[in-house]
């Protein structure tokens, strides 16, 4: 089955200590996302892959690091992890680059809350 | 600088009533445009996408979608509402000449009243 795999679902932590949300696709895609989700904000992008050691930033990449050395895994990483960064993230995968017709497969996402 | 706008961030309709969910964009060329479903606890799910062709788009579960260029809009539609149709839903645009994001709308949530 086709599919995108976060882990964990869910994490609670305290400020400061390191944390990494693994994320990984099946579908030998070349395109991986990482997004926050927030109340009244939607879906904001945090940074992303168009291959593999290609990555760069999205629109809210503060406090954030990823890495891309294999295809199939995207993991979301958070040296300093802060209250602010509480939030549902979903990681993402299409075919190409999003900007052509391609449809994007989402995780189940992973709700995290940094006390 | 490209946005979607979603009218209404909540939208409660009768079981058997039309769902109109609105989606207008800005955008400086013609977007590919997109509309996703979240249901509880998961991720999103695509219901529907425009990119070239016939404005009248059909999607799952008996959505459809009309992209108007003149009016910047690609609203939401189905003509009966089912209790199963609860969820939030998030317009997205994309870039034709190859930007690497979705932009999206900040959604909007159903509510479906017996």
């Known amino acids: 089955e086709a599919q995108v795999t976060q882990n964990p679902r869910y994490l609670i932590t305290v400020t400061g200590k390191k944390l990494t949300v693994t994320c990984s696709q099946n579908?030998?895609?070349?395109?991986m996302s990482w997004y926050r989700q927030d109340p009244g904000l939607g879906l904001r992008q945090i940074y992303y892959s168009m291959n593999v050691e290609v990555t760069d930033k999205g629109d809210v990449p503060e406090g954030y690091k990823v890495s891309r050395k294999e295809k199939r895994n995207f993991p979301l990483i958070l040296e300093s992890p802060s209250p602010n960064q509480t939030s549902l993230y979903f990681c993402?995968?299409?075919?190409?680059?999003?900007?052509?017709?391609?449809?994007?497969?989402f995780g189940q996402g992973t709700r995290l809350t940094v006390v | 600088a490209q946005s979607v706008t979603q009218l209404g961030s909540h939208v409660s309709v009768s079981e058997g009533a039309l769902v109109l969910l609105r989606c207008n964009y800005s955008s400086s060329v013609p977007p590919y445009l997109f509309w996703y479903v979240q249901y509880p606890n998961q991720g999103l799910q695509l219901l529907l996408k425009y990119t070239t062709g016939a404005t009248l788009v059909k999607g799952i579960n008996g959505f459809e979608a009309e992209f108007k260029k003149s009016e910047t809009s690609f609203h939401l539609t189905k003509p009966s509402a089912h209790m199963s149709d609860a969820a939030e839903y998030f317009c997205?645009?994309?870039?034709?000449?190859?930007?690497?994001?979705?932009?999206f709308g900040t959604g909007t949530r159903l509510k479906v009243l017996a």
């Open positions: 579908m030998n895609h070349e395109y």
């Open positions: 993402a995968s299409c075919l190409g680059g999003i900007g052509m017709n391609t449809e994007a497969f």
């Open positions: 997205a645009v994309s870039l034709t000449s190859g930007t690497y994001k979705y932009i």
